[in-house]
């Protein structure tokens, strides 16, 4: 089984520094500051789509101080307190890893970012693959996970999309493979339901216990 994972809302518990380090980036260049559910809704896509979408009025030289500026808020607040692994997923994908299924990420932080995270949280060795949205179309356009699939020689009814968002959802849908959603992250549950999931988790090791690992 090839399991594919969304990163922040999903293994990362940085949703809310991904909320602060935009609201303060917003309050600095002077703009209104978007509400937290604003910015949660957007949490999954790539910047540029987040932005156009939480800040329409904007032009594109706009967007592009905003996107400097909060990448430089979302470094600095990540050093100061780092994000942290959602309790256990370290202790899930190792039992994965061990049992011999291949695991990639599929996420809407940029190539940069993420490779930095993965260092830092210890998980470099643990993917066999990645793809980021700053490489390829944003989620939910389902080309990351295409991407993915060849790479590994995959068919979808092989693989899996594990994600918190409609946007990892309707990603995995449009790809032809089996969506799992978990309830801890950036939407609700009750928006992942229409999307039928084989599987929703309140917890993330309940992945174990999936009846087609």
């Known amino acids: 089984m090839l399991l594919i994972f969304d990163w922040d809302g999903t293994l990362s518990d940085s949703t809310g520094l991904i909320t602060r380090a935009m609201q303060q980036s917003a309050e600095d260049l002077g703009w209104p500051i978007p509400e937290a559910a604003a910015v949660q809704n957007i949490i999954g896509l790539g910047l540029p789509e987040a932005l156009h979408l939480l800040f329409p009025d904007q032009d594109d030289k706009g967007h592009g101080l905003l996107r400097d500026r909060y990448r430089s808020n979302y470094l ?52 066999h693959g990645t793809r980021c949205a700053d490489e390829t179309a944003s989620k939910p356009h389902p080309l990351m996970l295409h991407q993915l699939l060849e790479a590994f020689r995959a068919e979808p009814s092989s693989a899996v999309m594990v994600g918190d968002t409609e946007y990892d959802m309707e990603m995995g849908r449009r790809a032809g493979m089996d969506r799992i959603a978990v309830s801890y992250g950036a939407h609700t549950i009750d928006r992942l339901h229409p999307y039928e999931p084989a599987l929703c988790l309140d917890q993330f090791d309940g992945l174990l216990r999936w009846d087609r690992l």
């Open 76 to 127: 600095r607040a990540d050093q100061a307190q780092p994000s942290e692994l959602f309790p256990g997923v370290m202790e899930t994908l190792t039992r994965l890893r061990d049992d011999g299924h291949q695991m990639a990420v599929a996420t809407g932080k940029s190539r940069v970012g993420l490779d930095r995270v993965l260092k830092v949280m210890g998980l470099d060795g643990f993917f």
